[in-house]
């Protein structure tokens, strides 16, 4: 049974804005730092944005300004809304979750979902 499902990706001009969503289990989301990861043709894996359990986050210098994480305790659910979409926003995205102080190739990992910006 998958622990972390991500949803929302799709195909975007420039300049537009999508909203990926990662539902979780509850024992995952309720004890664990929630990130967002992407990974474009080629490239290495690379942080996007995380928000701990106290509702504070941190952005990637490429996305600031322009992305927005956030998370919903009532639905297990965090959210990455990305808005000002950039070609180099290609990539698939990947959801992920661990435990505080923890190495992120620890946690546990979504399967991913595209995200595809047109110029």
């Known amino acids: 049974q998958a622990q972390l499902v991500e949803s929302g990706g799709g195909l975007v001009q420039a300049g537009g804005s999508l909203r990926l969503s990662c539902e979780a289990s509850?024992?995952?989301?309720?004890?664990?730092?929630m990130g967002w990861f992407r990974q474009a043709q080629g490239k290495q894996r690379e942080l996007v944005a995380l928000?701990?359990?106290?509702?504070?986050?941190t952005y990637a210098d490429s996305v600031k300004g322009r992305f927005t994480i956030s998370r919903d305790n009532a639905k297990n659910t965090v959210y990455l809304q990305m808005n000002l979409l950039k070609p180099d926003d290609t990539a698939v995205y990947y959801c992920?979750?661990?435990?505080?102080?923890?190495?992120?190739?620890?946690?546990?990992w979504g399967q991913g979902t595209q995200v595809t910006v047109s110029s």
């Open positions: 928000v701990t359990t106290a509702d504070r986050t």
């Open positions: 509850r024992s995952i989301f309720s004890s664990n730092v």
């Open positions: 992920a979750a661990t435990p505080t102080g923890s190495s992120w190739s620890r946690g546990s």
